[in-house]
C-alpha cells in the first residue's frame, strides 16, 4: 500500500531557528515528491522534486530528494513567524492512486 | 492514519456531458470538506467549501452552477461538473476536516473533456 510519512508531525521553535522537515515514502511508480504549505485555504506549492540529489531553493526555503532512501527534507532556516504553518508532503505516482499526501507537519515559530 | 477516498481517479469524457467526482471519508464523519483544482506547476486552487447538510461556499470566480457540489453525509460529498467543456480539463483534489483539525487529502481525479 502505498504512504507517505512525515516527521516530526508537531514542532514548536523561536524565530531564528532552523527547522528540517521529513519526509519518507512507499510508493510504486514514483513521479515526483512535492512539498506544500498550508495555511488557510488551499495549499501553497513549494516545491517539486523529481531527480535526486538535486537541492531546490526558494529564499529561506530548500528541499532536496533522496531516491535511494525513498526521502526528501525540507529546510527553513532563519524561520520567521509566518513561517508558522503545516508543511504537506506529498508523492505522485505514474498509475493507479495520482497522489498520496502526508499527515503534515505543523510547526509553529514563536516570536 | 485517516483515509480519504476519491473516485475516479481517472475520467474521459465528451464535451458536453457531465461528470460526477466522489470524496469519502472512510474512517472518520468529516463535517467539513474542500474541492481543489490543480493548475500548472502543481498549485492547487481551492474550488469551494463544503458543509454537510447545507450549500457550499465557493471561492470567487468559481461557477456555482457549473461545479454542483453536493454534502449529502459526514462522510460524502460529491463534485459534479456539469456540461464539462475542454478548459474543464483537470486535476480536482478534495480533502477533509477531521475532528482534529486536521486535513487529509484524496489521491486526486484526473478529468479529461474531449
Known amino acids: 500500500e502505498d504512504k507517505v510519512v512525515q516527521s516530526p508531525l508537531s514542532l514548536v521553535v523561536h524565530e531564528g531557528d532552523t527547522v528540517t522537515l521529513n519526509c519518507s515514502y512507499e510508493?510504486?511508480?514514483?513521479?515526483?515528491l512535492l512539498w506544500y504549505k498550508q495555511e488557510k485555504k488551499a495549499p501553497t506549492f513549494l516545491f517539486m522534486l523529481t531527480s535526486s540529489g538535486i537541492e531546490k531553493k526558494s529564499g529561506r526555503l530548500s528541499s532536496i530528494l533522496d531516491k535511494k532512501e525513498l526521502s526528501s527534507i525540507l529546510n527553513i532556516t532563519a524561520t520567521q513567524t509566518g513561517d508558522s504553518a503545516i508543511y504537506l508532503c506529498?508523492?505522485?505516482?505514474?498509475?493507479?492512486?495520482?497522489?498520496?499526501f502526508g499527515p503534515g507537519t505543523r510547526l509553529s515559530v514563536l516570536p | 492514519g485517516a483515509v480519504v477516498s476519491q473516485h475516479p481517479s481517472r475520467v474521459i469524457c465528451k464535451s458536453g456531458t457531465s461528470v460526477k467526482i466522489e470524496c469519502r471519508s472512510l474512517d472518520f464523519q468529516a463535517t467539513t470538506m474542500f474541492w481543489y483544482r490543480q493548475f500548472p506547476k502543481k498549485s492547487l486552487m481551492l474550488m469551494a467549501t463544503s458543509n454537510e447538510g447545507s450549500k457550499a461556499t465557493y471561492e470567487q470566480g468559481v461557477e456555482k452552477d457549473k461545479f454542483l457540489i453536493n454534502h449529502a453525509s459526514l462522510t460524502l460529498s460529491t463534485l459534479t461538473v456539469t456540461s464539462a467543456h475542454p478548459e474543464d480539463s483537470s486535476f480536482y483534489i478534495c480533502?477533509?476536516?477531521?475532528?482534529?483539525?486536521?486535513?487529509?487529502f484524496g489521491s486526486g481525479t484526473q478529468l479529461s473533456v474531449l
Open positions: 506529498a508523492v505522485e505516482a505514474l498509475y493507479g492512486q495520482n497522489f498520496v
Open positions: 480533502s477533509a476536516r477531521a475532528g482534529d483539525e486536521k486535513l487529509f
Open positions: 510508493v510504486t511508480n514514483f513521479r515526483s
